[in-house]
């Protein structure tokens, strides 16, 4: 019982605190667009199914009070998620956090309204807001000693952190390439996701006739494609060199594919937003699950002592 009050009570003063930067940012967005409290007022009526409704203090604070609890609620579950591990990193896994409401509030937003909400708000402040949120929300949660932070220095020190995750992420954006390729072909235009996002770095394309599908633009995107890889690589090679040293690896492994399924849709949502439907949700999921699985197989070969790992820490675990 007392674990439970341990995780309750920091959970939902981190949603809390995490539903007050959200509000307080979008404060200033609509004072910034000349248009204050215009965001309770959108969402409001999108709940109520009315696109008329003017913000008042009523509105205002029914829509605060769904918030908070909302808020609260994610809160104690992202508490309960850190109390399963030992050690996590702050920034990194706030920004997990930060991304699962980007998702939440995207794919809510959709199903109980039927609107695109987060294109109403703007991909690029819904994002920002829910980043913020969530690395404040990890931050307090650490400060209140829920799970201890994690020293990536000490897995850094070892160099198989950076050969390994070289090689996973190297290997994972060829086969995402790959993926793509396959795409584009069946579907008759061959290169044009990479030649969509070189347009659009490159090229300033704002527009799907602004996009230029050759092999130059698609050459000068290929190194910006593997920049972004392996990075991501080598972060699951240090996390595979803790996960050795801490038995939960599951929720890591789960929460960081998440992440790396939202940084994808939400990157392509605030450079690019027109892309969207032309590259098609499913078509960068799937992308995303192949690269996932391509680091994890590899770091799971290279790292035979999670099996024993998850295995010991399965055994020690009260029924």
Sequence with gaps: MEEKKNVLVPGAIAGLIGAGVVAVWFLLVDLAAGDPFRTPAMIGGALMGREDLQASPGLIAIFSVVHFLAFAAVGVGAAWALSQLERSPNVLMGMVLGFVLFNGVFFGSAAVTGIDVVGQLGWVEVLVGNLLAGIVMVSFLHQAGVTKRVDWSEALKEGTVLREGL?????????????????????????????????????????????????????????????????????????????????????????????????????????????????????????????????????????????????????????
């Design 167 to 319: 090689i996973a992420g190297i290997a994972s954006g060829f086969l995402v390439a790959t993926w793509f390729l396959v795409v584009d072909t069946i579907q008759g235009r061959p290169f044009f996701t990479p030649s969509a996002l070189g347009s659009v770095l490159f090229l300033g394309a704002t527009d799907l006739n602004q996009v230029e599908v050759s092999m130059w633009v698609t050459a000068a995107y290929t190194p910006v494609h593997y920049a972004i890889f392996i990075p991501i690589g080598i972060l699951a090679a240090a996390v595979a060199q803790q996960a050795e040293r801490q038995p939960p690896v599951l929720i890591g492994a789960m929460l960081l594919f998440v992440a790396f399924e939202a940084f994808f849709l939400g990157l392509i949502a605030v450079v690019a937003e027109f892309l969207l439907g032309p590259l098609a949700w499913w078509n960068i999921a799937i992308g995303n699950l192949v690269a996932v699985l391509t680091i994890a197989g590899y770091l799971w070969r290279k790292h035979p002592k999670l099996a024993k790992v998850i295995a010991s820490d399965r055994l020690e675990r009260p029924a």
